[in-house]
Nanobody
Framework: QVQLVETGGGLVQAGGSLRLSCAAS????????MGWYRQAPGKQRELVAR???????NYADSVKGRFTISRDNAKNTVYLQMNSLKPEDTAVYYC??????????????WGQGTLVTVSS
């Protein structure tokens, strides 16, 4: 079993910053991809940022220049630094990881989600 635990959501005023963290634990051999998705009320879940093996990163156009994804591979943890937040960034943010387990299986794992609310 592999679990993802997210922390760092909350309420912030427009223009402010938040930092999300997501720690993976369990029977992990390696983690190929870690990323963040979000889902706003009435909308589909969308990719926010993703970090692949080799430190390649991808960002949604809407967050480029404002959000930064980073990883601590030793801690199996991914971070999302969010600056210059806008009300349209309000959503539940989910951590996702593609994990190679110690039992030689590949799992796509989701965290429970953390709410980010940006007030205008």
């Amino acid at each position: 079993q592999v679990q993802l635990v997210e922390t760092g959501g909350g309420l912030v005023q427009a223009g402010g910053s938040l930092r999300l963290s997501c720690a993976a634990s369990g029977s992990i051999s390696s983690i190929n991809v870690m990323g963040w998705y979000r889902q706003a009320p009435g909308k589909q879940r969308e990719l926010v940022a993703r970090s692949t093996t080799g430190d390649n990163t991808n960002y949604a156009d809407s967050v480029k220049g404002r959000f930064t994804i980073s990883r601590d591979n030793a801690k199996n943890t991914v971070y999302l630094q969010m600056n210059s937040l806008k009300p349209e960034d309000t959503a539940v943010y989910y951590c996702n990881a593609l994990v190679r387990t110690m039992f030689w299986t590949n799992l796509a794992v989701w965290g429970q989600g953390t709410l980010v609310t940006v007030s205008s």
